[in-house]
C-alpha cells in the first residue's frame, strides 16, 4: 500500500517502481529505493529503445514528508546512441547532475523569491551554497530563452550595489515594469556590454523609440551612439531632485552666516503641501530672513508648472522665461541647473509630449535595496544578480519541468 502512495506521490511510471521505503525516526530521515523492471529498455538520445548498458547508484534530496526530510536513491541506467556514447537516461523525477529532485527545486525557486538564502537553507537543513546554484541554473536556462524583440521603451537607471560609489545599472521594461537586464558598475562601457548580450535575443535597436535616463553624459552618450532611433527623456523626479540639490547647496552656503538654517534642509525640500502647519510657520519665518535662499526656493516651486504644461509651444515658452530669471539672479548653484537644462533641453521637452513618471524605477530600485539588506550585503555580484531576476525580471523564470 505505501509503496502504490510514493509510486503516485512521484508521479513514476513503468518501468520504474518502488523497491523499498524505510522510515527512521531515530534520525529522521525517510529513504525511498526506486529501481527498474528486469529486462527493460529505455529511450536514448537518439529516441531508440535499447538495452541498459551499466547502471550508476544516485541520491536526490527531496521533500519533506511531514517532519522528515525525504531522499530518493535508485541506479541509474546507462545507455548507448547510435555513435556508441554511453549517457545515463533522463529521470522523471530530477535533472541531470543534480543533487535535488523537480519538486524539491521548484520548492526552493518559489521561497527564494520571498526569503534570505541563509533562512530558507536552515529551514530546509541544506547547504546555502547548493542553493544558490539551483537558482543560478533556472535563472540562466531561462535567460537563454526569453525574447527581447517587443521591447520599445526602457527606463534606465542605476542604483547602489555596496559603499564606495559602487553601482549597479538596471534596464527596465516600459510596459511591463520589470528588469530586463542587469549590470555591475555604470556608464558607457557597462551599458555596450548589455547590448552585446541581449542582441544574442532578437533584440533590435532599432525597435527602441523611448529611453527614460537621469542626467548622466554616459547615458545620454551611449543611447545617441547605439540608438539613434530613440528619443531620450529626462523625467521630472531627476529634474527636481538635481534642482533641489542646487537648493540644499545654496541653504548650506548661507547656514554660515545665519545659524537658524542650519537644520532646516527638511523644511526647504519637502513639498509645502506635507508640511505641518508649524513647520509652515517656521518656514515662512526663515524666507523674511533670507531672501537670496527664499528666492531660490521660490525658483524651485514655480519649475513644477512646466510639468503640468500640455503643449510644448507654451511649456517651452515657460521654461525660457524661468531660465532668463535664474541667470538674471546672483545665485550660482541654480545658473548652474539653467546651464544643465540647457544642455539636455530636447529630453526635457519631450517630457511634455511622453509624461514619464519615474516612479517606478525607485520603486524597483528599493525592492533592489531590500533584497540586499535582507541577505546582509552579498559579495558575489552574480549572487545579487540572480536574487534579482528571480524577484522582478521581465520574463517569468521557468517551473523545473518546463525547463527539463
Same mark, same amino acid.
Given at each position: 500500500?505505501?509503496?502504490?502512495?510514493?509510486?503516485?506521490?512521484?508521479?513514476?511510471?513503468?518501468?520504474?517502481?518502488?523497491?523499498?521505503?524505510?522510515?527512521?525516526?531515530?534520525?529522521?530521515?525517510?529513504?525511498?529505493?526506486?529501481?527498474?523492471?528486469?529486462?527493460?529498455?529505455?529511450?536514448?538520445?537518439?529516441?531508440?529503445?535499447?538495452?541498459?548498458?551499466?547502471?550508476?547508484?544516485?541520491?536526490?534530496?527531496?521533500?519533506?514528508?511531514?517532519?522528515?526530510?525525504?531522499?530518493?536513491?535508485?541506479?541509474?541506467?546507462?545507455?548507448?546512441?547510435?555513435?556508441?556514447?554511453?549517457?545515463?537516461?533522463?529521470?522523471?523525477?530530477?535533472?541531470?547532475?543534480?543533487?535535488?529532485?523537480?519538486?524539491?527545486?521548484?520548492?526552493?525557486?518559489?521561497?527564494?523569491?520571498?526569503?534570505?538564502?541563509?533562512?530558507?537553507?536552515?529551514?530546509?537543513?541544506?547547504?546555502?551554497?547548493?542553493?544558490?546554484?539551483?537558482?543560478?541554473?533556472?535563472?540562466?536556462?531561462?535567460?537563454?530563452?526569453?525574447?527581447?524583440?517587443?521591447?520599445?521603451?526602457?527606463?534606465?537607471?542605476?542604483?547602489?550595489?555596496?559603499?564606495?560609489?559602487?553601482?549597479?545599472?538596471?534596464?527596465?521594461?516600459?510596459?511591463?515594469?520589470?528588469?530586463?537586464?542587469?549590470?555591475?558598475?555604470?556608464?558607457?562601457?557597462?551599458?555596450?556590454?548589455?547590448?552585446?548580450?541581449?542582441?544574442?535575443?532578437?533584440?533590435?535597436?532599432?525597435?527602441?523609440?523611448?529611453?527614460?535616463?537621469?542626467?548622466?553624459?554616459?547615458?545620454?552618450?551611449?543611447?545617441?551612439?547605439?540608438?539613434?532611433?530613440?528619443?531620450?527623456?529626462?523625467?521630472?523626479?531627476?529634474?527636481?531632485?538635481?534642482?533641489?540639490?542646487?537648493?540644499?547647496?545654496?541653504?548650506?552656503?548661507?547656514?554660515?552666516?545665519?545659524?537658524?538654517?542650519?537644520?532646516?534642509?527638511?523644511?526647504?525640500?519637502?513639498?509645502?503641501?506635507?508640511?505641518?502647519?508649524?513647520?509652515? @510657520? %517656521? /518656514?515662512?519665518?526663515?524666507?523674511?530672513? #533670507? !531672501?537670496?535662499?527664499?528666492?531660490?526656493?521660490?525658483?524651485?516651486?514655480? *519649475? +513644477?508648472?512646466?510639468?503640468?504644461?500640455?503643449?510644448?509651444?507654451?511649456?517651452?515658452?515657460? @521654461? %525660457? /522665461?524661468?531660465?532668463?530669471?535664474?541667470? #538674471? !539672479?546672483?545665485?550660482?548653484?541654480?545658473?548652474?541647473?539653467?546651464?544643465? *537644462? +540647457?544642455?539636455?533641453?530636447?529630453?526635457?521637452?519631450?517630457?511634455?509630449?511622453?509624461?514619464?513618471?519615474?516612479?517606478?524605477?525607485?520603486?524597483?530600485?528599493?525592492?533592489?535595496?531590500?533584497?540586499?539588506?535582507?541577505?546582509?550585503?552579498?559579495?558575489?555580484?552574480?549572487?545579487?544578480?540572480?536574487?534579482?531576476?528571480?524577484?522582478?525580471?521581465?520574463?517569468?523564470?521557468?517551473?523545473?519541468?518546463?525547463?527539463?
Amino acid at each position: 500500500m505505501e509503496k502504490e502512495l510514493f509510486f503516485k506521490a512521484l508521479w513514476l511510471w513503468r518501468p520504474w517502481y518502488i523497491k523499498e521505503v524505510k522510515l527512521d525516526v531515530g534520525k529522521e530521515r525517510l529513504d525511498i529505493y526506486l529501481d527498474f523492471e528486469k529486462w527493460s529498455k529505455f529511450k536514448n538520445n537518439d529516441w531508440d529503445l535499447v538495452w541498459v548498458e551499466q547502471t550508476v547508484n544516485k541520491t536526490w534530496k527531496h521533500l519533506f514528508f511531514w517532519q522528515y526530510p525525504t531522499y530518493l536513491h535508485a541506479r541509474i541506467p546507462k545507455l548507448k546512441d547510435n555513435n556508441w556514447k554511453v549517457k545515463m537516461v533522463k529521470l522523471p523525477w530530477a535533472r541531470e547532475w543534480s543533487w535535488f529532485t523537480l519538486l524539491f527545486e521548484s520548492l526552493v525557486l518559489s521561497l527564494l523569491k520571498h526569503m534570505p538564502v541563509s533562512k530558507l537553507a536552515e529551514h530546509l537543513q541544506e547547504n546555502d551554497e547548493r542553493l544558490m546554484r539551483i537558482a543560478t541554473y533556472y535563472v540562466n536556462k531561462s535567460k537563454k530563452q526569453a525574447d527581447y524583440s517587443k521591447i520599445t521603451r526602457w527606463w534606465i537607471d542605476e542604483t547602489s550595489r555596496k559603499k564606495w560609489h559602487n553601482y549597479l545599472t538596471t534596464f527596465i521594461n516600459f510596459d511591463t515594469k520589470k528588469v530586463s537586464c542587469i549590470v555591475e558598475w555604470k556608464g558607457a562601457d557597462t551599458i555596450k556590454a548589455i547590448v552585446e548580450d541581449i542582441e544574442i535575443h532578437w533584440w533590435k535597436r532599432k525597435n527602441i523609440n523611448e529611453i527614460s535616463v537621469d542626467f548622466s553624459k554616459a547615458f545620454t552618450s551611449w543611447v545617441n551612439k547605439y540608438m539613434p532611433n530613440a528619443s531620450i527623456v529626462y523625467d521630472r523626479y531627476h529634474f527636481m531632485q538635481f534642482l533641489s540639490n542646487a537648493l540644499d547647496e545654496v541653504r548650506r552656503k548661507e547656514a554660515k552666516s545665519n545659524k537658524l538654517l542650519k537644520w532646516s534642509r527638511y523644511l526647504w525640500l519637502k513639498n509645502p503641501n506635507n508640511l505641518k502647519e508649524e513647520n509652515l @510657520l %517656521k /518656514l515662512e519665518e526663515l524666507k523674511r530672513n #533670507n !531672501s537670496i535662499l527664499a528666492e531660490a526656493y521660490q525658483m524651485k516651486e514655480n *519649475i +513644477k508648472e512646466f510639468f503640468e504644461k500640455d503643449s510644448k509651444k507654451s511649456a517651452e515658452l515657460f @521654461l %525660457k /522665461l524661468w531660465c532668463d530669471w535664474v541667470m #538674471n !539672479s546672483k545665485i550660482v548653484p541654480m545658473q548652474k541647473v539653467v546651464k544643465t *537644462i +540647457k544642455t539636455h533641453w530636447t529630453g526635457i521637452m519631450n517630457y511634455i509630449e511622453k509624461k514619464i513618471n519615474n516612479w517606478i524605477v525607485e520603486w524597483l530600485n528599493s525592492i533592489i535595496q531590500t533584497i540586499k539588506r535582507r541577505a546582509r550585503w552579498y559579495r558575489n555580484f552574480d549572487n545579487f544578480k540572480t536574487m534579482i531576476y528571480l524577484k522582478l525580471w521581465d520574463f517569468s523564470i521557468l517551473s523545473s519541468k518546463d525547463i527539463t
